[in-house]
């Protein structure tokens, strides 16, 4: 069984050495690590060339784009290219803990597709640091629910409104990557795009132990967005941009019902639509009682809770003040 690495590059010299050598250490041998830079304005490529030669990696290579190509087009254009059985992701500014890739094996059985593991936080300084866990979700806030087991399967579902994790926590298998290529739309990030499709076929994991420092600093390219913020904080910004959120899960449920679907996945998608249809209609024609009606008829109970109920009623809500102070 071939492994591959796929890191994507860009401005990234401060903390690429760091990240290079937390891989080259790592327990599991790497067969394959492709570094695709993207047009870097720094010293990354120097950087990475003289990591390669000084430490003789002649299974490791470096693509420099000719033009600039954004993260989610960079990820895409390397695992086009990488060939391995079993690919992990990597940022170019974490630090990998020496037995990522040999715990992820140990554990990746013939059913799991995409698995994602837990992180530590560090900042700009290599310093740890934490959040406040809410005792009601898992891996750092990120999974909306309890995490009780070492490994758990992610559904379709969850993954329609969620993803579970940041994309340099994964490794997928060849096959899911063939299917991606095959069908994305681009509109997704890879991380939760591979996984959408990996739960289609009962294939998404996430296996709760931490196994990279995850770095929050200024640059970052694309990160946690708020993340010591409160879960009240998190719910308000939700709130106030409600028809933008159920409109990106909509979306999501569009793009899912063009895959092969079982019969059971789509016919959940598409009470799933008929469900964020309704309430985007509702909210957006500022109809409490109807939308009232609608919970007290059950309508909310497959897709949300009481909290995405009164979510909707405070949208409401500030919808009508809103206008009210702009008359």
Known sequence: MKIS??????????????QLRSIINQTKKIEEVILIDDCSKDKSVEIIEEFIKKNKLYNWKLIINKKNLGYKNNFKKGLSLVNGDI???ADQDDIWHTDKVEKILAVMNNDILAISSSFNF???????????QSKNKSNNNIIDFKITKKLTEIDLKYLLRNNIAQGCTMAVRKE????YLQVTKGKLPHDWDLNLIASIHNGCYFYNEKLIDYRIHDANTIGLDEVDETFLENKDKRTKDRISYLESELENIEYVLNLDLT???REMCLRNKRYLKDRIKYIKKAKIFKLVKYYISGKYHEFGRLKTFLGDIVSIVRKNDLGEKND
């Not at 690495?5 to 760091?18: F, Q, S």
């Not at 560090?122 to 406040?132: G, L, M, S, W, Y």
């Not at 899911?176 to 299917?179: A, F, I, P, S, T």
């Open 87 to 89: 690919i992990f992701l």
């Open 5 to 18: 690495i796929i890191m994507a590059v860009y401005n990234g010299e401060k903390y690429l050495i760091r």
């Open 122 to 132: 560090i900042n700009q300084n290599d310093e740890p640091f934490t959040i406040k």
């Open 176 to 179: 899911l990557v063939n299917e």
């Open 263 to 265: 019969s059971q996945d």
